[in-house]
């Protein structure tokens, strides 16, 4: 029993003797039930709105005001045609508009309808569909407060942009893309250099008479081809099986995924650095890449409906900009100028992550 004991506290002391793994055993439970907590949410919360009201009435402000003091919509901006209207859409910067016609409770005493247009993104079709349902509620709880013969005269017309039938492959097919890029270049990527460290093939490799640098890119580009051979396996079968159109340029999508794949190359680089083993780098992966790609990145649940902390922190990840970028492209359509602010974001955690991963290499291996 005194060699059992003697047995534990050798492997206590083991343990505890790597900071790293203490990290990863007693950080990875608080981090998961902190993202399964606030993360994993498809409530409707704060719906960006924008309303085009040229009537100016009684009853539209009662509309809008209710509309904006819900839990679930914000009244963001006033618009003055459907063209702003279909600008904000595609700059990503409302998730619904209300669409009043002229003289809106003008028509009530004469018609026994009138009716306002619902505009909603549908590339996410989920919560397109509550907000519609939300709005609809709280549209006819306000003319409860209307003479009767008013009551349930106001009909909300429903649009969706993007994806008129709903289809939930529009939302979910960029997300994919971005989760196996993510996964394949920069897991696999540390993956496959820890594994000559760990072989003791690295030392070999780097006096050879190439420059080390080029030892690694060299390890890199064959992850890169696998993943553009991925990214257009994808394009195919999300066209000709699930149906689901690329309304925007071929260019402008492959040039996002490109720059989308080095940065997560350089992430893979920065994670091998690091890791000395290949366990570690996959812990590593999972907790720095897989969970946050899938929490915080849009991929699944809105970034919209989590708390600020959870959204600022979702800023960081990669895959938040290049999945948003790519619903833009395929889904919207849209030209360069509307996804410049995913493209620059993308293009500065480049620039940085080249910097970190080459200073870091350097440092180690030199």
């Keep these: 029993m005194k060699q059992f004991r003697s047995f534990i506290r050798k492997e206590f002391r083991h343990i505890f003797r790597d900071r790293r793994t203490v990290l990863i055993l007693l950080g990875i439970p608080i981090i998961q039930i902190i993202l399964f907590g606030f993360a994993l949410s498809t409530d409707l919360n704060n719906d960006r709105v924008a309303v085009l009201d ?3 009435d009684e009853l539209t402000h009662r509309i809008t ?3 904006n003091s819900s839990q679930y919509f914000k009244v963001v901006r006033n618009i003055s045609n459907a063209d702003q209207a279909d600008a904000a859409f595609k ?3 409302i998730d619904m ?7 809106f409770a003008a028509k009530l005493p004469n018609d026994s309808s009138t009716h306002m247009q619902l505009l909603l993104d549908g590339s996410d079709p989920n919560m397109a569909r509550m907000g519609y349902n939300y709005a609809s ?3 006819t709880s306000s003319q409860k407060q209307q003479p009767a013969k008013a009551v349930q005269s106001v009909i909300p017309n429903i649009q969706l942009l993007y994806n008129p039938q709903m289809k939930s492959s529009y939302n979910f097919v960029p ?3 971005g989760m196996i890029l993510m996964l394949l270049c920069a897991m696999m990527t540390s993956i496959s250099i820890v594994r000559e460290k760990e072989n003791g ?3 070999v490799l780097l006096v050879s008479p190439m420059r080390p640098i080029f030892i690694i890119l060299a390890k890199m580009v064959p992850y890169m081809v696998l993943s553009l051979a991925n990214l257009l396996t994808i394009l195919l079968l999300s066209v000709y099986l699930l149906h689901v159109p690329i309304a925007g340029n071929l260019g402008l999508l492959f040039g996002v995924s490109f720059l989308f794949i080095m940065v997560t190359l350089f992430i893979g680089l920065l994670i091998s650095n690091v890791a000395n083993t ?4 996959m812990m590593m992966s999972g907790l720095m890449l897989m969970m946050p790609t899938v929490f915080l990145s849009g991929m699944v649940f809105p970034v919209e409906s989590m708390p600020k902390v959870l959204q600022w922190l979702s800023c960081a990840m990669p895959a938040r900009w290049y999945i948003q970028a790519m619903r833009k492209v395929m889904i919207e359509g849209v030209g360069l100028q509307y996804v410049f602010k995913e493209i620059l974001v993308l293009t500065g955690m480049l620039a940085i992550l080249l910097t970190a991963s080459l200073k870091t290499f350097k440092n180690r291996l030199a």
Excluded: D, H
């Design 97 to 103: 508009a209300l669409i009043f016609p002229p003289r």
């Design 175 to 177: 997300g994919v893309m």
């Design 54 to 56: 040229p009537s100016q």
């Design 91 to 93: 700059k990503n910067e």
């Design 278 to 281: 290949q366990v570690l780098a």
């Design 137 to 139: 509620s709280i549209i």
């Design 201 to 203: 093939t690295m030392e």
């Design 65 to 67: 005001n209710e509309i």
